[in-house]
């Protein structure tokens, strides 16, 4: 039974939090208030800066898009949430919307439990291994030793000159490592969303992220970037490394920034860069 499940706030996402708790949440938060703490403080708190704030304030429900964006920091979790409010005073949100967050959090919990067990699957059309066991260039036709990689490597087309670089310095030297490049490794013929999800969460170790302007457009690397991050909110279990290596126009991009990033465009550090992100891959 969910009453029955003890709830450990650390432990849980604010991704468990439903809907309907985060529009209520709103409610209390959203409106300007000169004597309670508004969303503003809450934001202040959660480390946005005065001009993220500033572009918030444009948001018909501001608190909403800050809850969105604080939720794939290491941090976000609803025990911090509930530690940020008390310190914000607000603890007549927390009392009427405790029962709300109870019920959100039992209500994951019992997902988690109920997850299948991942078993050998026979489908409609006779005895077949899973769909998505043959995606890449060397994965065994029967499925049973999936291809596995040390990093996928999320990157736009307009970058891939530095992957062919990223290639050569760690998978032709001493390091010795398997990346996961989409171009090269991928066979075609599949669904994009469906495959580097796939990929990320079951082959791949590590991600490295490729930062440019040319990121920041594209719609596929926003989409592995954030899934990944929703695998593991603070990359507890997994390591998303920011690499940039040309100068950029545009301001980095909020959601990483809470990440330590292999910079490549200073000529003092470029004589390290490349051990820093080997070790950085290697680790078990």
């Known amino acids: 039974m969910a009453s029955k ?4 706030y650390e432990a849980i996402p604010i991704t468990a939090l439903n809907c309907s708790f985060r529009k209520k949440l709103g409610l209390y938060l959203n409106p300007t208030n000169t004597v309670a703490a508004d969303w503003r403080t809450v934001a202040e708190m959660m480390d946005f800066t005065y001009l993220e704030i500033k572009n918030f304030e444009e948001r018909d429900y501001p608190f909403e898009k800050v809850l969105t964006e604080w939720e794939t920091r290491p941090e976000a979790t609803v025990a911090n949430l509930l530690s940020i409010l008390e310190k914000a005073e607000r603890k007549d949100v927390i009392s009427d919307l405790k029962e709300m967050i109870d019920d959100d959090c039992r209500k994951y919990l019992e ?32 499925g049973l030793t999936p291809e596995t ?8 087309q307009n970058d891939f000159q530095f ?11 001493k390091y010795n490592l398997k990346l996961c490049v989409f171009d090269r490794d991928v066979l ?19 991600m490295v992220v490729v930062i440019s302007d040319d990121y920041l457009d594209s719609d596929a690397c926003d989409f592995q970037t954030k899934f990944a991050l929703s695998l593991c909110p603070g990359a507890r279990s997994k390591r ?26 200073r000529p003092c550090t470029q004589v390290w860069f490349w051990t820093r992100l080997a070790k950085a891959l290697s680790l078990p």
């Open 163 to 173: 992957v062919h670089e990223m290639i050569k310095q760690l998978e032709q030297t």
């Open 240 to 265: 998303l490394i920011p690499v940039v290596y040309k100068s950029m126009k545009e301001p980095f991009p909020s959601i990483l920034r809470f990440l330590t990033i292999c910079d490549y465009t």
């Open 111 to 142: 997902r988690q439990q109920r997850k299948p067990v991942q078993v050998p699957v026979v489908d409609s059309c006779g005895p077949r291994t899973q769909e998505r066991e043959g995606i890449t260039l060397y994965d065994d036709p029967q």
């Open 5 to 8: 499940l003890s709830i450990d």
């Open 149 to 156: 990689f040390d990093a996928f490597i999320c990157y736009c």
């Open 188 to 206: 075609p013929g599949t669904c994009v969303w469906t495959i580097a999800s796939e990929l990320i969460e079951k082959r791949c170790k590590r």
